[in-house]
């Protein structure tokens, strides 16, 4: 899916920047590949909406929400891990909060703003005081960073007897599973998103033993929980990571829905090679040449960095002659630099 973009559009309103035709958030959402699930409310100043994506990959499950607050003038975003509409809806296993913490602050008035979306996520970023503050977020799933012989993902099968419930020890897939990419001692998750049984069952479990002909994978332990046809079974099912800053270093909140020990919330880490060797590693005037490093990811509990990914449409440039706004262009991609603290981050465009 391309990216569907508004570039340095001058919204009057949050009103606006939500619902001003093509180029408002809810428009390029859609046009990025999103699905309006439910719109909580519609009424103007407290628009509050659920969409849905299967992500770049075709292969994720992300539920993103998005709610007005015109009392902070704040966009916050929530994200989870299943979404069941009705009325209103229920939402599993969320990440994010109205508190401020996953948040873009906005002004009630007019702001520039930037919204760049695809089917992973969406990126924002309005200069609320016409050059001063530039408030940001990033908000959808992560670039897995896993290597081919470990991305294992399957759709468990129908009910039978003696596997995919409470109790049993034995996962069965769904006719033509691919299970080349998986071995005995591997960590997957089973993630449930079907109302039949309970949409926010999710688990982590480990790989016994392998069966390629019944379609089933044995684990070390029985499940906790009971699962649905077409539940999800991968390293990282969902790698949803929704971060946001009010002002300041971005993201100054970070937050996963997984991480290696328990499902929940969670503060993630981020780092890149440029915050790893230093902003003036390189050199500052190499012709204009503006070095730009991706964002990486990972979780530190309990000790482990387990990597969940990174963003290739937000990154962090090394030391070099950037103002704001300026355009970096690397072969045919077009990135654009905002103020971050005492640095940058850049944003693809095109």
Known sequence: ????????????????????GIQ??????????????????AVVGAQDRVYYSVGESGELALWLR????????????????????????????VVGDILGNTCVQLVNGVMQGWIVADADGVTIVADIDGGTTYNKGFFGAVTPSLPPQRAFYGRLAGPATGVNQTGTTTLLFA?????????????????????????????????????IGART?????????????????????????????????LPATAVSLHHTDAYASTTVTRTSLADGIGLAALATEDY?????????????????????????????????????LDDVIINTDTYRAFPDGAGFFCVLET
């Not at 709610?67 to 599993?92: E, N, Q, V």
């Not at 691919?178 to 982590?204: C, H, K, M, Y």
Request: aromatic share 8%.
């Open 1 to 20: 899916m391309a990216l569907s973009a508004t570039l340095n559009f001058a919204f009057g309103s949050i009103d606006a920047l939500l619902d001003t």
């Open 24 to 41: 408002g958030l809810h428009a390029r959402m859609l046009s990025a590949g999103w699905t309006l699930v439910e719109e909580l409310s």
């Open 66 to 93: 998005a709610t007005h607050d015109s009392a902070t003038d704040r966009l916050h975003f929530r994200a989870y891990s299943c979404w069941i509409a009705g009325a209103p809806g229920t939402g599993y296993n």
């Open 175 to 211: 006719a033509g599973t691919d299970f080349s990419d998986v071995e005995a001692g591997q960590q997957l998750w089973v993630v449930n998103q079907s109302i039949t049984s309970g949409a926010g069952n999710v688990e982590r479990v480990q790989v016994d033993s392998i069966n």
């Open 217 to 249: 994978i044995e684990l070390d332990a029985a499940l906790t929980e009971d699962y649905d046809a077409l539940a999800i079974v991968a390293i990282d099912p969902q790698p949803v990571v929704l971060w946001g800053s009010s002002a300041g270093v």
């Open 288 to 324: 204009g040449h503006i070095h730009l490093s991706p964002n990486v990811f990972y979780d530190d509990t309990a000790g482990r960095q387990h990597v969940k990914g990174e963003t290739p449409r937000v990154v962090r440039p090394f030391t070099g002659p950037l103002i704001a």
